[in-house]
């Protein structure tokens, strides 16, 4: 392993053969000056088509001990993530209640045009007023429900007591793992401009879905609002994101104080933290 020095910013992105928007956090340079150890700590989209390459990196490169799944029960049992020996998977459905239900119907919705493409399916569901409002709704919801900050509340405290490197994710790795990715900075004393662009990084890794799925829009007529929710929900919008760290700041003070009030990740667990995966 090179040392801190010897690494850039395009060393996080992580070249797997079948795992999508994948990167470590290693190498992120907090408040304090010191900088997140290479190696501990990885978020990506899920691990149900992880290849035997991707799987020999997690091990070899991570030494990689704890699985953090964000999806919920349809999700997750319908890919079910690559089992890794000695890795322990841990699920967790951060997306509250509502949203599970809205997602699940507008899948048995897209599922009636049998032969209709994802792109296509996505297109459709643009249109809907209900879904471009769903959108806007997301996060706020997934950082307000109080099951879901119980859950990302377990989650710090399994990475702080995790005895390898640990890897978390949702389906794609961007919304509720982007989340997650947050408030483990956050814990670490990450300031939000260093937060913000790592969560707008996926943007990078849809990219060429977000164009794709933008130009069928266009094609069948959409405006500006469909072209927001599929910038939404194909990439990640990074004004909702910086929107509700707003809402969490007003509410709470600072995202610091969000981890010790509503996820119950005291500032003693937030130090420990930083004393295990700073340098």
Known sequence: MLSSCQHTPKDRILPFERIENGRELGGLVMQDGRSIRWGKLVR?????????????????RFHLSDVYDFRFDAEAEANPDRSIDGVTITRLSTLPEAFIAAF????????????????????????????????????????????????YGEFLKGVLNAEGGVLWHCSQGKDRAG?????????????????????????????PAVEAISERITQMGGGEGELAFIRAMVGVSVENFEST??????????????????????????????????E
């Open 44 to 60: 990506s989209g899920n691990l149900s088509l992880a290849s035997d390459q991707d799987v020999a990196m997690l091990k070899d």
């Open 104 to 151: 699940t119907s507008g899948r048995a919705d897209t599922t009636q045009i049998q032969s209709a493409t994802i792109l296509e399916a996505l297109a459709k569901y643009a249109f809907l007023p209900q879904a471009q409002e769903m959108a806007g709704k997301l996060y706020p919801a997934i950082v307000m429900d109080t099951l879901s900050q119980r859950l």
């Open 179 to 207: 989340w997650g990715t947050a408030f483990v900075l956050a814990a670490l004393g990450a300031d939000r401009k260093t937060i913000v662009e790592d969560f707008s990084l996926s943007n990078v890794s849809y990219a």
């Open 245 to 278: 760290l707003d809402l969490i700041e007003a509410q709470y003070g600072s995202l610091e104080a969000y981890l010790e009030k509503a996820l119950g990740f005291s500032a003693e667990e937030q130090a420990a933290l930083q004393s295990k995966l700073l």
